[in-house]
């Protein structure tokens, strides 16, 4: 199966974004087809590069250079300092990308980082962030975040929400819609047949029967029963402190946690450099590095490409798994 290649983003200008895009030109032989989509005078002096005008020109432009399809932006690209005439820039590209993608162009959306706050200076974007704006790019409002490397796939039910108020976001409702998208998205995009989620508690030792917080009883495993009722290989709420070493691992392709840090620190925990970001429940694939902008060393010429392989090499995966179409 030949795929289309990935379309990636260039994300915040200021950040490290093009220079990992500069690195993975070097990696090539290790990537998937890909382009980049952003403005060549932002790239690190250097960088091999070639013009392209269609996706179709990215597979033969890798030999020679790093394949861009420009698009251009007011300005500089100053390392570390946003400038608010690029905003709008970034989320042109975000868009753009998708809609290759939709069209089958691109087999895939693969998003460097941007920088929220920039966005909204610059251009008053509405969206929290990435996965909320692509989600109204698709029309939906119900998507997942998941986090994955090699040892784990971790998926937070709440995200960006201040830890006070996860226990009132934690409804029914919503643990449901994410055990739903998590189960649909390994089988279609990761070859599941029958996944098996494992359902962390919101509590020390999941409740403990009550002692320590009530959610787990009143709703977590009645919840947990109905799907093992109808056939789901879905089990907990198991006490998060003891689900994430080796062993526990290996019973489960993927972990269901209850808020943002119960999910990312394992992942950053066991593979830092490496962790993936994955949108689930979207129309189309996308992936992305699972780290910022990292303004404190951009232009220096250290960021680390190893995330944003993997993303790629994911997002080819993911394409594969759905029949090229992305």
């Not at 500069?22 to 790239?43: C, N």
């Not at 976001?169 to 994410?178: D, H, I, K, Q, Y």
């Not at 047949?193 to 009645?222: K, S």
Request: hydrophobic residues 45%; charged residues 15%.
């Amino acid at each position: 199966m030949t795929l289309a290649p990935i379309a990636l983003t260039c994300g915040e200008p200021a950040g490290v974004g093009l220079e990992i895009a500069a690195k993975l030109w070097a990696r090539r032989a290790e990537a998937p087809a890909f382009f980049l989509i952003g403005d060549p005078l932002h790239l690190p002096e250097g960088t091999p590069f070639v013009v392209i005008n269609d996706p179709t020109e990215a597979g033969a432009a890798l030999a020679q250079g790093l394949p861009v399809l420009p698009h251009h932006f007011d300005g500089p690209r100053v390392p570390g300092v946003a400038q608010t005439a690029h905003a709008q820039g970034v989320i042109d590209v975000i868009a753009r990308a998708v809609e290759l993608t939709t069209s089958g162009a691109a087999s895939a959306v693969c998003t460097l980082p941007i920088h929220k706050k920039a966005l909204k200076d610059g251009a008053g974007l509405a969206f929290p962030g990435h996965t909320e704006y692509l989600a109204h790019l698709a029309g939906q409002t119900d998507v997942v975040m998941m986090l994955a490397c090699d040892e784990l796939r971790a998926v937070p039910a709440t995200i960006h929400i201040a830890l006070a108020d996860v226990p009132k976001a934690l409804t029914p409702e919503l643990l449901r819609a994410t055990i739903d998208i998590t189960h649909a998205a390994l089988q279609r995009d990761f070859g599941l047949d029958a996944p098996r989620i494992a359902i962390a508690g919101l509590n020390p030792h999941a409740g403990e029967g009550g002692a320590m917080g009530r959610e787990e009883l009143d709703f977590i495993a009645p919840l947990v029963a109905d799907y093992r009722a109808r056939g789901f290989d879905v089990f907990g709420p198991l006490p998060a402190d003891t689900m994430f070493h080796a062993a526990a691992r290996a019973r489960y392709d993927t972990a269901i946690c209850m808020y943002h840090d119960q999910a990312l620190i394992p992942i950053k925990t066991i593979d830092f450099a490496g962790g993936v970001n994955v949108t689930l429940g979207l129309p189309f694939i996308r992936t992305s590095p699972d780290h910022g902008t990292a303004f404190d060393i951009a232009g220096k010429g250290i960021a680390d490409e190893t995330s944003t392989l993997n993303a790629l090499r994911m997002a080819a995966q993911m394409a594969a798994a759905r029949g090229g179409n992305g």
